[in-house]
């Protein structure tokens, strides 16, 4: 079947399901004629206050009303009359050019197809109106026998929801079953199944700190505040520069009465909240018990728990066997050297001096100059850890070696001259 064909089979679906849909509305409302009956949709409505209190003009009133609906009715019923006559004079035209264009063949086929799928679409519109139909010509005191204002329960989709085996309900649900164990240490069921968790997963805290929400809170009023005071009107922006230094300053409260509002009642919430929610815990106690062996058992060295290079398995090693494969890899002269003493400070005095000889220069502003330059009391040396390659090899497998910059001497210069490239990086 070429183009044309599924083109002229589509429009045939199209206006075959049109005239079902306005055949069965006349259809409807020609039955409510018949039996003066106004669906809710079209029943006029006036306030009855407004009139003086006779029971004799009120039901003058009803019966102009309820002519009037049944008038609208007549007029629906008329309308889709036409709209479905126009509807038929476009089916008969797409008949007549299948008729022209192709074969007698194609022309019978396309016809058995409309016929078929008019009688489908009109018994599926037809359907869905007799049970309203059958509601309006029920008696009125059947009517009122039903409730107002029943709920129909909408019947979950579990089409696409897959089924999950039967588990405790403070059980942790397992999103990956890779732990490899390198250790001596046997390790329990419960213990295994806590790992199995991946480093993402978050306990439930036993109990709330309420200090700190009230902390947390303040601090997202400052924020707020300080959006509100550094907002342009003209460029609608209050976004402050890529690059600035953290101050403890306070905008003063008053400047917008609205804000100042909410902000006392947010802090007020905090301040008086009560901890008296419970809160469904996500892991049952044997796996709280097995936490903590972890957590003991890292912290008296004996075990080091860490992820894969690759593949994101939790892989469990003897802290002994760890600290050989790093000394192993700094031992290697080609790639590390010993020093004397620690080089931290040193090398933050040289980073500081490059800042200030870039904003010498006049290449950063002011506030960039305070943020770049690093604090020699608070600056971090760097930290050497290694990841095991356990696709190579389970037994003593060897380390992928990383350092880690963070708070370094040179990361803040690292961060401005990368946001320079950025530029010219296509």
Request: aromatic share 8%; proline share 4%.
């Amino acid at each position: 079947m070429d183009t044309n064909s599924h083109y002229s089979k589509a429009l045939l679906w199209k206006l075959t399901d049109k005239l079902a849909c306005y055949d069965t509305h006349e259809r409807f409302l020609t039955i409510c004629m018949n039996n003066s009956i106004v669906p809710r949709g079209m029943i006029l409505k006036f306030g009855k206050d407004a009139l003086p209190k006779s029971d004799f003009l009120h039901k003058t009133v009803d019966d102009a009303i309820n002519s009037a609906s049944l008038e609208i009715v007549g007029t629906c019923r008329d309308t889709y009359r036409c709209l479905k006559e126009k509807v038929n004079c476009e089916l008969q035209q797409v008949m007549y050019n299948i008729q022209q264009t192709s074969g007698f063949h194609e022309f019978e086929a396309a016809y058995r197809y409309q016929q078929q799928q008019a009688a489908k679409l009109k018994k599926k519109h037809w359907k869905a109106k007799q049970k309203k139909l059958s509601r309006l010509l029920q008696p009125k005191h059947e009517q009122n026998l039903r409730q107002p204002f029943s709920v129909k329960v909408k019947r979950k989709c579990r089409r696409f929801k897959r089924t999950q085996k039967a588990i405790d309900k403070n059980t942790p649900k397992v999103i990956s079953n890779t732990v490899i164990n390198l250790s001596k240490v046997d390790l329990s069921e419960e213990q295994k199944h806590v790992l199995e968790l991946g480093p993402k997963f978050v306990p439930t805290p036993r109990s709330v700190d309420q200090q700190q929400i009230v902390e947390d809170i303040k601090a997202g009023c400052r924020l707020v505040r300080l959006k509100e005071l550094f907002y342009d009107p003209e460029t609608q922006a209050n976004e402050p520069p890529k690059f600035y230094k953290k101050t403890f300053f306070e905008p003063q409260k008053g400047r917008d009465k609205a804000l100042d509002i909410y902000c006392t009642n947010l802090q007020h919430q905090a301040e008086t909240f009560a901890n008296n929610s419970r809160v469904r815990d996500n892991m049952d106690t044997p796996h709280r018990v097995a936490l903590h062996q972890l957590r003991q058992m890292v912290l008296n060295r004996e075990v080091r728990i860490s992820t894969a290079d690759k593949g994101g398995a939790v892989v469990v090693q003897d802290t002994d066997n760890y600290i050989k494969e790093a000394e192993r890899q700094l031992n290697n002269s080609l790639h590390y050297s010993k020093v004397d003493k620690d080089p931290t400070v040193a090398i933050a005095k040289a980073s500081n001096k490059i800042v200030q000889d870039i904003h010498d220069r006049g290449c950063i502003d002011d506030g960039t100059y305070r943020w770049a330059k690093t604090e020699l009391n608070t600056v971090r040396t760097h930290c050497f850890y290694h990841l095991p390659k356990i696709h190579k090899t389970l037994e003593n497998p060897p380390g992928r070696p990383i350092v880690s910059g963070v708070e370094g001497p040179t990361v803040k210069l690292s961060k401005l001259v990368d946001s320079r490239l950025q530029d010219l990086v296509v």
